[in-house]
T-cell receptor, first 116, second 111 residues
């Protein structure tokens, strides 16, 4: 099966700092990747769509200047949480559809961000 | 706007007690309905994609079915290791692959 990795798996940072989270598709290419956020005991909420070679598109209510997304290659997308605050503490998960098919979408293991 | 509602919110079963989870949806031009399993602190694990009403798919003790308004995830003779949150998601014709998730059903199987 297809594998998507995320790094780091967890991170603790101080308020005001920036944190970068990587999402990689290990055995397939993905021109599109999706970033989700999940609060405790809640479902996944889509934050943004990462597009290789072009700007990310953000869901309504998500601050694009706070959550910077870069899709550097067909296997790597990064999410940077800038000037993090405690309310940004959450579980961040990426997903990647296999190239050319939205019908197969594979999720990474998630990154637990805690902002002190 | 695509919407997904899952029920029940939580389900407790005894080992071997079969049951079903429900996923009701509204979507403009269903392209795919997904079922995922999520363990605590982990990302969702892909189970099934269903595309059209009447379609069924099976994997071990799980069987997913689809109608025009809802999907069921049937669990036959569950084991404690089946305990997890089961998520249903849809994507429609105008969403370019973006999934809309339900709230999930937390399944607990007691030995």
């Amino acid at each position: 099966g297809a594998v998507v990795s995320q790094h780091p798996s967890w991170v603790i940072c101080k308020s005001g700092t920036s944190v970068k989270i990587e999402c990689r598709s290990l055995d397939f290419q993905a021109t599109t990747m999706f970033w989700y956020r999940q609060f405790p005991k809640q479902s996944l909420m889509l934050m943004a769509t990462s597009n290789e070679g072009s700007k990310a598109t953000y869901e309504q209510g998500v601050e694009k200047d706070k959550f910077l997304i870069n899709h550097a290659s067909l296997t790597l997308s990064t999410l940077t949480v800038t000037s993090a605050h405690p309310e940004d503490s959450s579980f961040y998960i990426c997903s990647a559809p296999r190239l050319g098919s939205y019908n197969e979408q594979f999720f990474g293991p998630g990154t637990r961000l805690t902002v002190l | 706007e695509d919407q997904v509602t899952q029920s029940p919110e939580a389900l407790r079963l005894q080992e071997g007690e079969s049951s079903s989870l429900n996923c009701s949806y509204t979507v403009s031009g269903l392209r795919g309905l997904f079922w995922y399993r999520q363990d605590p602190g982990k990302g969702p694990e892909f189970l099934f994609t269903l595309y059209s009403a009447g379609e069924e798919k099976e994997k071990e003790r799980l069987k997913a079915t689809l109608t025009k308004k809802e999907s069921f995830l049937h669990i036959t003779a569950p084991k404690p290791e089946d305990s997890a949150t089961y998520l249903c998601a849809v994507y429609g014709g105008t969403s370019y692959g973006k999934l809309t998730f339900g709230q999930g059903t937390i399944l607990t199987v007691h030995p």
